[in-house]
């Protein structure tokens, strides 16, 4: 892959991860982005996921469902995983005031998908992926975007603290 692409992936999952962590309680909240390369054109996206955490667990998702509505309607998804109680002063500002910063927060990281996009051409299909991870009571939601020669990954956890 070539380094502009790889430096665009990282400077979305900084962005990603630093707003995430500003959510909720310390590591209750834990967002990436990723790219798995797609030598093998029969792959899917959940072919692609579950071979690359093969080696460290074995994945099973809970719902898999394709994106009708594209980049559109992932902008909106990303809204409900973005700035959730925020340092916990959301509970202070309006709804409308928090629903406007997630848009905001949601529109900045569909820029840098541009960018990315302009690497890796035209996005074959986007699919939202869910599952629980009862071993660290951890909800799990990719968003894996298709490409030609990669999926690019958006993972958002959420920790439970409750026992």
Known sequence: ???????????????????TELSGKIREHLGAAYLISRDDK???V??????????????EFSSVNELPGGLG????????????????????????????RKKYLSFRVMDMLRIIRDHLGSCAGILK???????????CVYFGLLFDSALLVLQ?????YDD
């Open 42 to 44: 029969n792959k899917n």
């Open 156 to 160: 958002f956890n959420k920790m439970s």
């Open 73 to 100: 309607e992932l902008e909106a998804e990303l809204c409900d995983y973005l700035a959730v109680d925020v340092l916990g002063i959301a509970a202070g500002l309006s709804d409308e005031a928090i629903l406007d």
């Open 1 to 19: 892959m070539d380094q502009l692409l790889e430096i665009e992936v990282a400077r979305l999952d900084g962005y990603i991860h630093g707003i």
């Open 46 to 59: 959940t072919d692609l996921l579950i071979e690359h955490y093969a080696q460290q667990t074995q994945l």
């Open 129 to 139: 992926l869910e599952r629980y991870n009862i071993t660290y009571k951890t909800q």
